[in-house]
């Protein structure tokens, strides 16, 4: 019998830059969750970072439009930039579900370091109401059986890519070529925008 209501994912993050470590857990999750969605969602700032990316909007758009060409699944949504910072994954969580109420699923992406600071994040019991908390496990560690009992978290394994936003910027900012760790389009922004240099 077919699913009634559609599976959505939400991917957010800087994606300063998106690399393939994005990509490959953005397939792993939509597959394993059989989503019908995935929404890449850049945020303009974390509330618990101190400062915004130093990349402009309008490019980190264009390559996390470039990465997430990858599939037909992922749908680039910018709402968070639409809003005045910081991003608050709550009131995004409530304006998708006001915009498709009970024809929707919405499964929150999180990696295990993120899950770990998210009873700091606004209003936890709420975005928990509104999605099921999905914890990304490259390492095996998984969260405790009886927290995800408890609190609607699951886990998905997803392949390890060891890449990480951090070390191309700063290969990029040594002059080095970054074209190995993010798709081929995005690696073109970086070498146009002349990115982290």
Do not use: C
Not at 153 to 176: E, K
């Amino acid at each position: 019998m077919k699913r009634v209501a559609e599976r959505i994912g939400i991917f957010g993050g800087t994606f300063d830059p998106p690399h393939n470590g994005h990509v490959a857990v953005a397939t792993d999750v939509a597959d394993a969750l059989d989503l019908d969605r995935l929404l890449w969602i850049p945020a303009r700032r974390s509330p618990l970072k101190a400062q915004a990316p130093d990349t402009p909007d309008r490019v980190r758009v264009e390559m996390v439009r470039s990465a997430a060409a990858a599939d037909r699944r992922f749908v680039v949504d910018t709402r968070e930039l639409e809003r005045p910072p910081p991003s608050y994954t709550v009131d995004t969580l409530e304006a998708l579900h006001a915009e498709s109420g009970d024809e929707a699923e919405l499964f929150l992406i999180l990696g295990i370091d993120q899950y770990a600071d998210f009873d700091r994040w606004r209003n936890p019991a709420r975005v928990r109401e509104l999605a099921t908390v999905v914890v990304i496990d490259r390492e095996g560690r998984g969260v405790p059986e009886a927290e995800a009992a408890a609190h609607t978290v699951r886990t998905v394994p997803v392949r390890r890519v060891d890449v990480s936003a951090t070390d191309i910027r700063a290969s990029a900012a040594a002059g080095a070529s970054v074209s190995d760790r993010v798709p081929a389009k995005v690696a073109q922004i970086i070498e146009r925008e002349r990115l982290y240099r």
